[in-house]
Nanobody, 122 residues
Framework: QVQLVESGGGLVQAGESLRLSCAAS????????MAWFRQTPGKEREFVAA????????YYADSVKGRFTISRDSAKNTVSLQMNSLKPEDTAVYYC???????????????WGQGTQVTVPS
């Protein structure tokens, strides 16, 4: 089992930055690929960014490319999402995910955090 705990959400103004963190514990070894997804009410959860477990290859949704950066600290078992130039459409609950993989798109793994709210007022 892998436990994931997100932190760092909040309310920021458009154009500002926010950094989310996800702490992994349990049966990790931290070799899992890690990702961030987000969800707004009435919509499906959507992929945001991912970093692979072995090569640290990163993937991003087109909507966040150039603004968001995912990174991992294997020594601390954490993965972070630096979000710059935030827009109102980035408002969502952000979820940390472990164990996913890339095919033609990023597929989420079986481990999820509880989510953290990010709000960017229009």
């Amino acid at each position: 089992q892998v436990q994931l705990v997100e932190s760092g959400g909040g309310l920021v103004q458009a154009g500002e930055s926010l950094r989310l963190s996800c702490a992994a514990s349990g049966r990790t070894g931290f070799s899992y690929s890690m990702a961030w997804f987000r969800q707004t009410p009435g919509k499906e959860r959507e992929f945001v960014a991912a970093v692979t477990g072995n090569t640290d290859t990163t993937y991003y949704a087109d909507s966040v490319k150039g603004r968001f950066t995912i990174s991992r600290d294997s020594a601390k078992n954490t993965v972070s999402l630096q979000m710059n130039s935030l827009k109102p459409e980035d408002t969502a609950v952000y979820y940390c995910n472990a164990g996913g993989y890339y095919t033609s798109t990023w597929r989420g793994g079986m481990y999820w955090g509880q989510g953290t709210q990010v709000t960017v007022p229009s």
